[in-house]
């Protein structure tokens, strides 16, 4: 197997280059500021959000999502806010491993905020992919923005069947 | 069914100049979003030199890493099947779903199950095959087939789609916007995908040391399915299987940004263990890829990780869209992939290719599409498919230019082919004449002026 | 300057009977430059047409024939990237390939702005061209022979053809949007498959005019050949000079 020895990509600063590729992706990345309330950002960032989901420990939800009994029972959720592990500064891209009883929270709420610690950032997919780890859950999932398509006449429609939009906070 | 060859489709698809000329449009824009990808990445030539060298490792050791990848994926519980052919991975679906009593199933993008024809076999069997690819849903609702791997639907205008969706979805009369037409979609596809029990993908990799398998997708349709039901079909072609994790970093920083000129696809799912309660098998098809192995002059094809960058930057293709290409793959990789598959009934496509080797420079695996292409053109007289005039036209050429004598005379007559009358110059025979005007032979050749002017001296 | 040796002309088939003018300025051009030019008159073909026609075997005799009369010279150069490249990637492994002995011109055949960029190493050219000219990127000249960056890789620009124009006074050199899109000769390509060479040629033509250029100039007089049909049948107000014919303007 060939060896992987190459001087990939690095980023003066990561923070700010995730969230600049972030933005371009059609998402969205915010930092916390020191003292401010997690939940009244997150009011803040999506006020009409009706029915919320998350099993999050500090986080304020309408339902948590552990309770369900079936995936089906998820759709409705308009903003789930989920637990990721780090974030890519190449790509925007946040490595989230599944734990939610049902993996469909994460495909199904309309909105989506991913949680991820400020300092858990690396600068590329090599290094990523160093900390990749799966639980017995067995499912992961690289997620950048929201979901999208062009596939009419290449025009590209933000919110295809995923979610219509994603900010990922990082704390 | 003997489809129209290269040469007539494209003079069709011309002919329509509004719809000829955005296709082109569109797909160098691309090309074109690759390349600012491409020029933000300083490392971007490396990894494609490895991409190359990691792939035709794997290849040329394809029995160590499938055994591998099985081995790991039944200990995580999924279900691994071999295919030997198209049918075989055909009957082992509708196994699965007879085991489960499923009448329907959703499916996200695979050009493996097209290349297996499996929705029209699952559809004789009475099963509801949806494809969940919004590209492939309009197409499916068409009864029409892809015309790009990456891009399937980006030959059909949004008034068609509106068209469409007007008659099978109920959406408003007249209205052909992208973001109204696809929030349809989205609302009807939720309903099928919470209905589902079980859902298919394909797999972009498979990691033999974990035994997950990878599908990257930008609409969530892959993870909608697989997530709200509790069986999960991957059908994955054996070519696909990497060594590991590190393998896998170096090619998704290169597939999104080739194929869509995106720094990564919205989603890059790795199932690795089937849901709580349910089952994940995995189907690895040969039908033939073992067979290429052995090929040393197309073994590279299997190197290709199906980003559609080749037919992007591919003057022809871009001229002349998928449905002119006979093989349900077009452009470069799609001419060298129907040779494979079956030369004397895909070898029209071959005349497909000016050998720009542009192809050559965007694969992200370093294909050789070009050089392979002109290796099928050597080998067509041998399977007795060779274009006869151009076999009398390579027999004169060779004559006149093996002997000065003749050669020489056929220079000095040249400019005499000046003063023939133009309805001679420009009869049907001469296709060059049909868009351009024959150039004029120089009253004095090179070799004339040569004798003359210098050697005279 | 770099070079004063003796090398030997080929001049391509079609540069011969259709645009000896170019021949013409290479011979002249080179002479200027202190070189010992001789052209073997008994050459014919290098058999591109064949082999890409899909009958490599058919050029056997006739490389064969091109080693026996360039065997004695230093150099071989050529005005054309397309036959050059041929000669130089394609002879190896077609002698190869029908078991013949090793190619030796791979290493000593040259383009000849190839020639004048990277061995003779030109530094200043005589006269003037006072005209806006659109360079012709031809794919064999930038994806074979490296005359130019390949728009596909990321590298630094750079262009051998610019670099000679530069030297020479009075040239307004631009090059066309998709800067190194194929024109749609491709040999065979060009009769076989005429609609889509032809909406290839009007499309590269359009781009070469939005420069504003008066000329489009390349290494490849086969890619100028097909776009000359084209705007000669489309009444475009362009016209056409291979750029060895540009270096050596006013001399």
């Not at chain 2, 999924?78 to 699965?96: C, P, R, S, Y």
């Not at chain 2, 892959?222 to 069986?231: N, W």
């Not at chain 3, 300057?1 to 290479?26: D, H, Q, S, W």
């Not at chain 3, 781009?207 to 008066?214: D, I, K, L, V």
């Amino acid at each position: 197997m060939p060896l992987i020895a190459l001087d990939a990509i690095h980023y003066s600063d990561k923070v700010e280059q995730f969230v600049e590729v972030s933005k371009s992706v059609g998402g969205n990345a915010v930092v916390l500021r020191e003292g401010e309330d997690i939940n009244v950002l997150i009011r803040s960032l999506y006020p009409d959000a009706g029915k919320s989901a998350s099993n999050v420990p500090g986080i304020d939800a309408v339902i948590n999502p552990d309770d369900v009994r079936t995936s089906q029972e998820l759709n409705g959720i308009s903003l789930g806010i989920v637990q990721g592990v780090f974030g890519v500064a190449e790509n925007g891209c946040v490595w989230v491993v599944q734990n939610v009883k049902e993996r469909s929270l994460y495909f199904i709420s309309e909105y989506l905020v991913i949680l991820i610690d400020k300092d858990q950032l690396v600068d590329n997919m090599h290094e990523a992919y160093k900390k990749v780890q799966f639980n017995d859950y067995g499912f992961g999932c690289f997620i950048s923005g929201p979901s999208k398509t062009a596939d009419i006449e290449q025009a590209l429609v933000v919110g295809a069947h995923g979610a219509k939009g994603v900010t990922v906070i990082l704390r | 069914m003997k489809k129209e060859t290269h040469i007539h489709a494209a003079e069709r698809f011309l002919s329509n100049k509004k719809n000829a000329e955005w296709h082109d449009e569109t797909l160098w824009q691309t090309r074109t979003k690759r390349d600012r990808q491409a020029a933000l990445i300083p490392e971007w030539e490396q990894l494609r030199e490895l991409a190359s060298k990691i792939k035709m490792h794997t290849i040329t050791h394809l029995d160590r890493y499938l055994e591998q990848f099985a081995t790991a994926a039944e200990k995580n519980g999924a279900t691994v099947h071999w295919a030997k052919d198209a049918a075989e991975h055909n009957a082992i679906v509708l196994q699965i779903l007879q085991q489960h009593e499923a009448s329907k199933l959703v499916k996200s993008k695979s050009m493996l199950t097209e290349e297996c024809n499996l929705n029209p076999f699952l559809f004789e069997k009475g099963i509801d095959v949806v494809e969940s690819d919004l590209g492939e849903r309009i197409l499916q609702l068409m009864d029409i087939p892809p015309s790009h791997i990456v891009m399937p639907a980006i030959h059909i205008q949004r008034e068609d789609v509106g068209k469409l969706f007007e008659e099978k979805l109920q959406t408003e009369k007249g209205n052909a916007d992208p973001t109204y037409l696809t929030r349809a979609m989205r609302q009807c596809l939720r309903e099928k995908f919470l209905a589902s029990t079980v859902a298919m993908t394909g797999a972009n990799f498979g990691i033999a040391e974990t035994g997950d398998v990878v599908v990257c997708t930008n609409e969530a349709n892959a993870d909608m399915g697989t997530s709200s039901a509790k069986v999960h079909i991957v059908s994955m072609g054996i070519e696909k299987v990497i060594p590991s994790h590190d393998a896998l970093s170096v090619f998704v920083r290169l597939l999104a940004r080739s194929a869509t000129g995106q720094p990564s696809t919205s989603y890059t799912s790795h199932y690795q263990k089937p849901q709580k309660g349910g089952e994940l098998h995995i189907i690895l098809v040969d039908n033939g890829r073992s067979d290429n192995l052995a090929d040393k002059d197309h073994i590279q094809t299997l190197k290709c990780i199906r980003c559609g960058a080749c037919m992007n930057t591919c003057p022809v293709y871009r001229r002349s869209g998928g449905y002119s290409y006979s093989y349900f793959i077009p452009g470069p990789i799609g001419i060298n992939l129907g040779m494979l598959k079956d030369p004397k009934n895909y070898y029209t496509n071959l005349s497909a290719c000016t050998l720009c080797f542009s192809c050559n420079s965007v694969c992200p695996v370093q294909v050789d599409l070009g050089n392979q292409i002109y290796k099928w053109r050597q080998g067509l007289n041998a399977i007795g498919k060779a274009n006869r005039t151009k076999k009398v036209m390579s027999d004169g050429m060779r004559m006149m230019f093996q002997q000065s004598g003749v050669y020489h005379a056929a220079v000095k007559a040249a400019p005499l082919m000046n003063l023939m009358p133009r309805a001679l110059i420009y009869c049907k025979a001469n296709k060059w004449g049909i868009g351009r005007e024959v150039p004029q032979f120089a009253k004095q050749s090179f070799t004339s002026w040569w004798k003359k002017e210098v050697q005279k001296r | 300057m770099g070079y004063r040796g003796k090398i030997g002309l080929f001049i391509p088939c079609y540069v011969n009977t259709v645009f000896p003018e170019v021949g013409i300025a290479t011979y002249k051009l080179l002479t200027h430059l202190g070189i010992d030019v001789d052209y073997p008159v008994d050459q014919t073909c290098c058999g591109q047409p064949m082999a890409n026609a899909g009958f490599e075997e058919k050029s056997v005799p006739l490389i064969h024939k091109f080693n026996e009369l360039f065997d004695k010279y230093d150099y071989v150069v050529g005005p054309s990237a397309s036959c050059v490249a041929f000669v130089k990637e394609n002879h190896p492994h077609i002698l190869e390939a029908h078991g013949q002995h090793a190619c030796q011109m791979s290493g000593k055949i040259y383009e000849v702005c190839e020639f004048l960029h990277d061995i003779v190493k030109v530094e200043a050219l005589p006269g003037a061209f006072p005209h806006k000219v659109s360079v012709h990127n031809s794919c064999h000249g930038v994806r074979e022979l490296h005359l130019s960056s390949p728009s596909e890789l990321h590298r630094p620009r750079y262009s051998k053809i610019k670099d000679l124009l530069s030297l020479k006074e009075g040239v307004e050199v631009f090059e066309p949007q998709r800067v190194d899109e194929c024109c749609g000769f491709g040999g065979m390509f060009a009769v076989e498959e005429d609609a889509v060479s032809v909406q290839m040629g009007k499309d590269k033509l359009r781009n070469h005019m939005a420069t504003g250029a008066e000329f489009v100039t390349g290494a490849d007089s086969s890619c100028l050949m097909h776009m000359q049909g084209i705007a000669r049948r489309e009444n475009l107000p362009i016209q056409f000079i291979h750029v060895v014919e540009i270096l050596v303007a006013g001399l």
